[in-house]
């Protein structure tokens, strides 16, 4: 069974197949959050009413570790360089092409069942 966070996440490519001509060509930034780790924690235990912690390790101290983390580069690549215009260009999408993009707490309140099966209990 897909999560409906799937198939809703496909609605702009879903449109895109179902409208070929108004989407050729076009280059589609899907970003229309752009979320500290401090801030999806916080998210996260706004909608599951659970426990979530941030721990931030260096790379040296993952490396020393032998774990990695998804995301870690990306993070760290978003401290030092401006992001702030993936959001002006998502909301600029949502309007020329009028696909309301969901929030990552929207997502997750929907989908609280399935989040709950991922987050261990108290």
Known sequence: MVPE?????????????????????????LGNELLTFEEVRDILIKVSGRDVRVVKRTPEELKEMGISVFGQAFQLMANIKDLSWTTAVAKAVQDKFEIPFTSLEEVLQRDRALLLECLPAR
């Open 5 to 29: 966070s799937l198939t809703r996440m496909q609605t702009t490519s879903g449109a895109a197949f179902q409208d070929p001509t108004k989407f050729a060509g076009q280059e589609i930034d």
